[in-house]
């Protein structure tokens, strides 16, 4: 099907094949290169379609704005041309990034403007909370190792989005990494301070502000910075906590403070987190996004943080997003300034070792809502919990399913078994596709001829587990610990494997066409003439 882009067309619908629009006449190729397919929406200033690039080889596809403000009016046909060259020289400038969409074209035609981006194939983190419910904590933090670096990028760059929802965040289905879209509302020309300078005070940036309820108090009054976008990307982590939207959340009367801890079962630590990234007030939340990096690195990651730490020459506990494993290296590599802050952390660490020590002695609950200590790790609060208890009520630790339990779960709809011990189990064959193994122990797991298709392995221990022949393809495994894993046959294609451990992994005839891979990573593993690598030939690397 071929779409007309005229705005006035009673039925832009029409044949593969026309080029002339059999309603209205108009022609369908736009600027004689682009050919629409389908409307994928239209909000108060334009509408977007997906199309085809018929002037590259392979007619690509590519995501058309087109400016069409619901009002005629010149100021608001003012303010939309504003919003549209603004967005076109905020994509020029960022668009470099690869979780930002590259502008590709940017022209006015027939008297309608037009912005030409890099269509980004994928759900929404809205799409997905509505197809699959809210996230465990586990996902929350995976989500914000993902973001929070894409945040301090743009910020980097002088910018602050001002849209930041899950409707605006993409996860693209080639390598199931986040893209930031969207940036019409974005405010480019920071002031000192964050103050706006007079000439900001506009009809544009009136109605340029985001999204109420994501949007905090300070840029609904037309003074946004930096914060701004982290108080947005707070509210999100509700949304994926719990599958409501702001509005449907109730807030304090006298403060405006959101009333979202009742909501949540996540640990202490993470709530502390929270609240400070959604503080009303914009001087007590984080200022920029490194500070968010920063308190999120000690909690996951204690059981390697003294070693990291107190050994110079190991690397020091960095952001996820940021780590490369290198031959001879399971860590991440050494920020400029670690060693100064490595004493002040590992005291951090030690003091929260010694609370959890108290409250595991005690029996105390460490989770908000009642929930035992660590995080929370099933999608349903009322059926799962991190830790068994015992008749006292103390944790004894992770759950530890057997091979039919994790077979049943799954077939009745079980997809969540991030953080769970599974070591030793035998699944041969099974089907768990699309489901979350976020940092759960895998170690010598028979998952022999498994589909395990889209399935997250982030931060996973699969050492020298059994994959062989298994469908890896779309796979997820940044961050994983796949030392001595036999991936004999096995289907990786289009998986992401950036940062996993590979060292020993026999990759000998593993299908690796399109996976996230590198060339040091490869060479620390077993590959033969029968590897097919990411390239698409066969061979050695």
């Excluded at 996860?171 to 103050?195: P, T, Y």
């Excluded at 929270?274 to 990096?293: D, I, P």
């Excluded at 929260?352 to 908000?368: S, V, Y």
Aim: net charge positive.
């Amino acid at each position: 099907m071929s779409y007309c882009l005229n705005p006035a067309c009673p039925n832009p619908q029409n044949p593969t094949d026309t080029e002339i629009c059999r309603a209205c006449n108009s022609k369908i190729l736009l600027r004689d290169r682009y050919k629409v397919i389908r409307s994928l929406g239209q909000g108060g200033f334009g509408a977007t379609f997906l199309a085809q690039d018929e002037g590259l080889p392979g007619e690509p596809c590519c995501v058309i704005k087109q400016l069409r403000p619901s009002t005629t009016a010149p100021q608001v046909l003012e303010m939309a041309r504003e919003l549209f060259a603004r967005e076109a020289r905020t994509l020029g400038k960022i668009g470099n990034h690869p979780q930002v969409p590259r502008l590709l074209d940017y022209f006015e035609d027939s008297q309608q403007f037009y912005l030409v981006q890099e269509y980004i194939s994928g759900y929404t983190l809205q799409q997905e909370i509505k197809r699959d419910g809210p996230m465990s904590e586990a996902g929350v933090k995976q989500f914000l190792s993902e973001i929070i670096p894409v945040l301090e990028y743009i910020h980097s760059q002088q910018v602050i989005h001002r849209d930041i929802k899950p409707a605006n965040m993409i996860r693209r289905e080639q390598d199931r990494k986040l893209v930031l879209i969207d940036f019409g509302a974005v405010k480019n020309q920071v002031s000192q301070g964050g103050a706006s300078s007079n000439s900001d005070q506009t009809a544009l940036t009136a109605y340029a502000i985001g999204t109420p309820g994501f949007a905090p108090p300070e840029q609904m009054a037309m003074r946004p910075v930096y914060a701004s976008d982290i108080y947005a990307v707070g509210v999100t982590c509700i949304y994926l906590l719990t599958g409501k939207s702001p509005k449907e959340l109730e807030y304090d009367p006298k403060t405006g403070e959101m009333l979202w801890k009742k909501q949540v079962y996540i640990s202490d630590h993470f709530a502390d987190v929270m609240k400070k990234m959604l503080e009303v007030s914009v001087a007590h939340r984080f200022q920029c996004a490194e500070e968010v990096l920063r308190a999120l690195d000690l909690e996951p990651y204690l059981d390697s943080l003294e070693q990291g730490l107190a050994t110079k020459s190991k690397p020091s506990i960095r952001n996820p997003g940021y780590r490369q494993f290198h031959s001879g290296d399971l860590g991440p590599q050494t920020s400029p300034n670690a060693n100064s802050s490595a004493s002040s952390r590992l005291a951090q660490a030690a003091a929260i070792r010694a609370r959890r020590a108290k409250m595991e002695n005690t029996g105390t609950p460490q989770m908000h809502n009642g929930a035992g200590s660590g995080a929370f790790i099933g999608r349903n609060p009322t059926t799962s919990t991190l830790k068994n208890s015992n008749s006292s009520g103390k944790p004894k630790g992770p759950i530890k399913l057997d091979a039919p339990g994790v077979i049943t779960a799954y077939a009745k709809g079980r997809r969540d078994f991030a953080q769970m011990d599974l070591s030793l189990l035998n699944l041969e064959k099974a089907n768990l596709s699309g489901s979350i193994f976020h940092q759960t122990k895998l170690v010598k797991t028979n998952l022999q001829a498994a589909d395990l298709a889209n399935a997250d392995f982030g931060r996973a221990s699969l050492s020298k587990a059994i994959l062989r022949d298994a469908n890896l393809g779309r796979a997820y495994f940044n961050q994983a610990d796949l030392e001595g894993a036999d991936l004999r046959g096995a289907d990786l294609s289009y998986a992401y494997l950036s940062n996993a451990n590979i060292r020993g992994a026999n990759l000998c005839g593993a299908n690796l066409s399109n996976a996230k891979i590198t060339e040091e990573q490869l060479a620390t593993a077993k590959t033969n003439w029968a590897t097919v690598l990411p390239s698409g030939k066969r061979g050695f690397w």
